[in-house]
């Protein structure tokens, strides 16, 4: 269900985004998955939990095993039965055959234990996948975001200077005052700072992108649209409680657990297998001896007193079920807290672009305005400045709102299995 829910969520971006040579977030997605660590480990995780359930599998199995000495020396029965010392050559081998009939649950137990592993193993890994996806998601939001930034800076610092530049030329003629010229320095350092930060912000985005993908961040296409999400919270929470691999370890934990209980139990009930044995031996008690034989039987073991070992193993296992049970509850617990995270931050960020949308609108017209009004001499220059600055905050309020409703709508998403 989980890598589905990743395959569906990648094509849904792969249907938004624009045909280009440029990468888009699918191709992000799916780099950022061939690279990750955390999914190798993950995939050797579910290999080692597949060879334990083989291993658990193999104990009903028959069992052969063959066994054999061989050597020389001397015996020396002192004249018993009027046997005289000789030099010998000892030879015994033996093989035997061994079939459990009854294990009084060990077996089964030690299978549903394995098994239990084996499918926490693959939550594991499809939690991995959806973490992974979850960063790729936010890192190439975090990326253009940064790197749209940085241009528009650019684009006011070179501005900046070229109106300082006039400013001071203006001065020089005595067009205006000397205070003019400082504000126009001033609001070209705060430009230039503000082209730092972008800068430094841009440089960490890309260097965590290449973390991630393996491979530095060329042209990105723009960010798609928001992934579909559940219509409701009470559905986000449903699907959640169905479909979140966090929850469904917790609850396979519980399991595993109660299968362990089983397992001690079982070690108070009796085992009956049954075996064939044949053997070989020469020369082993007095020279020249020769024995062959063949037996087979049934061979049983129950332990009546243990002194106490089964009965401490029962009560710490009787515990040990009761921390699963009790971790399945704060697990659920706390992941109904994540998702009504989640849900908030999807409507909150759904909000936020509509008024960043509007504040750029605004903003973008009032610049408009400005500059006819500067034309003509209503206002000065630095008025217009202003008014460029506003619109690069807006512009750079409505970038942020878009990638925060992007991750927002992805981290849902994931949380709740929904695959539109």
Not at 287 to 313: C, E, H, L
Not at 383 to 392: M, T
């Amino acid at each position: 269900m989980r890598s589905l829910l990743v395959s569906a969520l990648i094509l849904s971006c792969v249907a938004v985004a624009p045909t280009a040579a440029a990468q888009d977030l699918a191709a992000t997605i799916a780099d950022a998955l061939a690279n990750a660590p955390a999914l190798a480990e993950a995939k050797a995780g579910e290999a080692a939990a597949g060879a334990r359930m083989d291993r658990a599998r193999a104990e009903a199995n028959p069992l052969l095993r063959l066994e054999g000495t061989a050597g020389f020396g001397r015996i020396d029965n002192g004249g018993f039965f009027g046997l005289t010392a000789g030099n010998v050559n000892p030879l015994a081998v033996q093989a035997t055959a061994e079939w459990p009939l009854f294990t009084g649950g060990r077996i089964g137990s030690a299978v549903d234990q394995a098994r239990g592993g084996q499918k926490i193993a693959r939550l594991q890994g499809e939690q991995a996948r959806l973490q992974v996806t979850m960063l790729a998601v936010s890192t190439y939001a975090e990326v253009l975001t940064a790197r749209q930034l940085e241009q528009s800076y650019t684009g006011l610092v070179d501005e900046l200077r070229e109106v300082e530049r006039q400013a001071g030329l203006r001065f020089k003629v005595g067009e205006i005052a000397s205070s003019e010229v400082a504000q126009a320095r001033a609001r070209r350092g705060e430009a230039e700072a503000g082209l730092a930060q972008a800068e430094g912000r841009r440089a960490s985005a890309e260097a965590a992108f290449e973390r991630l993908t393996g491979k530095a961040p060329g042209g990105l296409t723009s960010l798609p649209a928001d992934p579909l999400a559940p219509g409701s919270l009470a559905d986000a929470l449903d699907l959640a409680h169905a479909n979140n691999p966090a929850l469904k370890q917790a609850d396979q934990a519980v399991a595993v657990a109660g299968a362990g209980v089983h397992a001690v139990r079982a070690e108070t009930l009796p085992t009956v297998g049954a075996f064939a044995e044949a053997a070989h031996v020469r020369d082993q008690f007095f020279p020249g001896y020769k024995a062959d034989s063949v037996a087979v039987g049934v061979r049983g073991r129950w332990t009546i007193f243990s002194g106490g070992r089964n009965s401490s193993q029962i009560r710490t296992a009787n515990a040990e079920l009761d921390g699963a049970e009790a971790r399945a509850r704060e697990a659920r617990l706390a992941l109904d807290g994540l998702v009504v995270d989640a849900w908030q931050a999807r409507q909150t960020s759904q909000r936020m672009v509509a008024a960043s949308q509007l504040r750029l609108d605004a903003a973008t017209e009032a610049l408009r305005g400005t500059k006819l009004e500067a034309q003509v001499g209503a206002k000065p220059t630095l008025a217009v400045l202003d008014a460029e600055r506003e619109a690069i905050g807006s512009k750079a309020a409505l970038l942020e709102a878009e990638g925060q409703s992007l991750v927002a709508a992805w981290r849902l998403n994931v949380l709740t299995g929904f695959a539109p």
